[in-house]
């Protein structure tokens, strides 16, 4: 059995996580990566994905973010994210329109660099969609 540490997981609306858990999958901007007790100082920014939590008592969570960055501390892990939901509260209408916002945003983009950031961020939603909703 893993060794717990404290997660939290925090969005401007409110603390959805607060407990000791086993491990943390969290999307990081250069990938996903896995927290656990004792982990090497980081911090890192969060790109939209799905936060997957251990509880020390050995169930699993899930959770979508969207961006944000996480702290990580030998002791601990914050994550605190730009909004985030439980996956089993996810609107799919909530997806859908940030999904055209984002084809939007594409769109009016002035010039390449903030085309290219639109596109990639983009890019994420739908892979989040399709890895989380059922088609």
Do not use: N
Not at 32 to 56: D, L, N, R, W, Y
Not at 97 to 119: H, N, P
């Amino acid at each position: 059995m893993a060794e717990a540490f404290q997660f939290e997981l925090v969005s401007p609306e409110r603390l959805l996580v607060s407990e000791q858990v086993e491990s943390v999958v969290i999307p990081g901007a250069e990938g996903e990566m896995t927290v656990m007790a004792h982990h090497a100082p980081v911090m890192t920014t969060i790109k939209p994905g799905v936060v997957t939590v251990k509880t020390a008592a050995g169930q699993q969570e899930r959770y979508v973010v969207f961006g944000g960055f996480a702290d990580i501390v030998p002791a601990g892990c914050t994550l605190l994210a730009e909004s985030a939901v439980a996956v089993g509260d996810i609107d799919r209408a909530d997806l859908t329109r940030r999904i055209q916002e984002a084809r939007e945003d594409v769109a009016d983009a002035k010039d390449d660099q903030t085309r290219s950031k639109a596109e990639q961020f983009l890019s994420q939603l739908t892979t989040l969609e399709g890895a989380i909703l059922p088609a």
